[in-house]
């Protein structure tokens, strides 16, 4: 079982950043393939960006250019640069994990969520 808990969502301008943190426990985070994922009100949840343990990282296009999916696995941790806010990136954004090499789907574990809102 892994649990995953999201820290560093807020209110933010337009243009401005944000970096989200996801820390994970468990002993074998660095193996685990590790994505975002965001749900604006009224819309379904969407892929964000995900990190293989091997370093590869996927995005979505919405966010591609603009976001940067890390990881720290002394920390236990993945993190979500988030650079040039757009208000349509208002979201809670999920941290998911996966013992499987998967991108937009497929994760079997979930964090709570954090809010971010861009104001225009």
């Known amino acids: 079982q892994v649990q995953l808990v999201e820290s560093g969502g807020g209110l933010v301008q337009a243009g401005g950043s944000l970096r989200l943190s996801c820390a994970a426990s468990?002993?074998?985070?660095?193996?685990?393939?590790m994505g975002w994922f965001r749900q604006a009100p009224g819309k379904e949840r969407e892929f964000v960006a995900a990190?293989?343990?091997?370093?590869?990282?996927y995005y979505a296009d919405s966010v591609k250019g603009r976001f940067t999916i890390s990881r720290d696995n002394a920390k236990n941790t993945v993190y979500l640069q988030m650079n040039s806010l757009k208000p349509e990136d208002t979201a809670v954004y999920y941290c998911a994990a996966s013992q499987r090499r998967v991108v937009t789907s497929g994760y079997d574990y979930w964090g709570q969520g954090t809010q971010v809102t861009v104001s225009s």
């Open positions: 468990g002993r074998t985070f660095s193996r685990y393939t």
């Open positions: 990190s293989w343990c091997g370093g590869s990282t």
